[in-house]
């Protein structure tokens, strides 16, 4: 299906769109704080897209592309960076405004914390000569230290709402990675991950979807906290 990549992204994005704008949930509101956040966060993830896509670590299925690409990345996944975090970090914030006692104990955040960090120390340790591996991990480490050390709040809520949002993630994530299609829309070269997949997905993306969706997180809630505080 040509263009089905640029779909895949309008399509993730419309209903959150819309229902930003809901008066119980205004989620328009933190776009000031979201959008510099994606941003920033895209400052690194796209660099790292960029030198990925060079090196042919992962690449891209010209079938389902529109064929316009910017700094050798298609402008489909430019997108991917805008839209996907705007409808997670909705989601979250929508989970949080209905449920609001969704949110972990500082003791069970702080036990989900060391077993995940001692996981990716495990198996960074072992695969560090894996780019994708690397990486990925490395970052999400770093991120989730700095994280908990300055902000050991924000993975209160963090963790349960990224189960949830790993759900409609990796049905996006499915689609990009060769589900339910003849091919896939985003290829891997096997021998630079762990060739572990979650049916089409490399697990390594699940980590992946952590540490972009926590970078966005933790740096909307810094930048709303400023605007608050001159508010006041």
Known sequence: ??????????????IPFLFSFHPKLQFYKKWKSLFLAIF????????????????????????????????????????????????????HY????????????????????????????????FYYNHWYTAINFGYAILLLGWVYNNNPKLLNT????????????????????????????????????LGIRLLTIPIEDSIYALGMLLTVFALTEFFEKKINNKTT
């Not at 042919?56 to 839209?83: D, H, K, S, V």
């Not at 990675?177 to 070269?189: C, K, L, Q, S």
């Open 40 to 91: 920033i966060m895209m400052l690194f993830f796209v660099s790292w897209d960029i030198f990925f896509t060079y090196k042919g670590i992962w690449g891209f299925n010209e079938a389902y592309l529109t064929g316009y690409y910017l700094f050798n990345l298609p402008i489909e996944e430019w997108l991917f960076f805008i839209c996907i975090p705007y409808a997670c970090l909705f989601t």
């Open 94 to 125: 929508s989970l949080l405004h209905f449920f609001p006692k969704m949110a972990l104990t500082d003791k069970i955040t702080s036990v989900i914390y060391v077993l995940l960090i001692s996981i990716l120390l495990a198996v960074l340790l």
């Open 1 to 14: 299906m040509k263009h089905l990549y640029l779909w895949l992204d309008i399509g993730s994005l419309a």
């Open 158 to 193: 963090f963790f349960p709402t990224f189960l949830v949002i790993l759900l409609p993630f990796f049905l996006i994530n499915g689609v990009l990675t060769g589900g339910g299609i003849e091919n896939p829309i985003v290829w891997y070269d096997n021998s630079e991950n």
